[in-house]
């Protein structure tokens, strides 16, 4: 079965730093492309971040500077290193298997079952 | 970036009827729309890729159409499991955008 488990959410501070952790069973993660996406208390899925298979990395205008995603191929593992949190970065935090299909388009179809930050004040 | 703009935000319906939401992009996005529905504490689920093809496991009640800039998502006959918030995603370009959600109410 395919799988994904989020770790290392927590309460952190304003300007602090988590480490989120994504590790894949299943599947090899680094032959998929790997996001993370977030949603926040009454809010709507935000897409966040992308590491693809050749380890191209994408991010959402809100993360860009302060977030890095990354891989370790040995731990079949993807990694959200989140800094300068903001208060706004309060989030459950999603990563997803992200698959071009057979209609030569790109879906989500496997995702984790979230890991919680929450920034204080 | 690609704005998806949902409607409605909010439905009340009953169990047993029909149900369409709609998704507009800011830009033609071919058939590179996905619907997912998410339920509170659990993951989100993939419905529909490439705007009309029904992921493996997903009851037939659920179907989607459009191409372009305009899409839909209709539930043919409503189940009491189907009472959750719906999204559409865009794949076309990176960032990857959803809209903002519809939320299916029991009436």
Avoid at chain 1, 25 to 43: D, E, H, L, M
């Amino acid at each position: 079965e395919m799988q994904l488990v989020e770790s290392g959410g927590g309460l952190v501070q304003r300007g602090g730093s988590l480490r989120l952790s994504c590790v894949a069973s299943g599947f090899i993660a680094s032959t998929n492309y790997i996001t993370w996406v977030r949603q926040a208390p009454g809010k709507g899925l935000e897409w966040v971040s992308v590491i693809h298979s050749g380890g191209t990395t994408y991010y959402a205008d809100a993360v860009r500077g302060r977030f890095t995603i990354s891989r370790d191929n040995s731990k079949n593992t993807v990694y959200l290193q989140m800094n300068s949190l903001r208060a706004e970065d309060t989030a459950v935090y999603y990563c997803a298997r992200e698959l071009l299909g057979p209609t030569v388009t790109y879906y989500t179809d496997v995702w984790g079952k979230g890991t919680t930050v929450t920034v204080s004040s | 970036d690609i704005q998806m703009t949902q409607s409605p935000s909010s439905l009340s319906a009953s169990v047993g009827d029909r149900v369409t939401v709609t998704c507009r992009a800011s830009q033609s996005i071919n058939i590179y729309l996905n619907w997912y529905q998410h339920k509170p504490g659990e993951a989100p689920k993939l419905l529909i890729y490439g705007a009309s093809s029904l992921q493996s496991g997903v009851p037939s009640r659920f179907s989607g159409s459009g191409s372009g800039t305009d899409f839909t998502l209709t539930i043919s006959s409503l189940q009491p499991e189907d009472f959750a918030t719906y999204y559409c995603q865009q794949t076309y370009s990176t960032p990857r955008t959803f809209g903002q959600g519809t939320k299916l109410e029991i009436k």
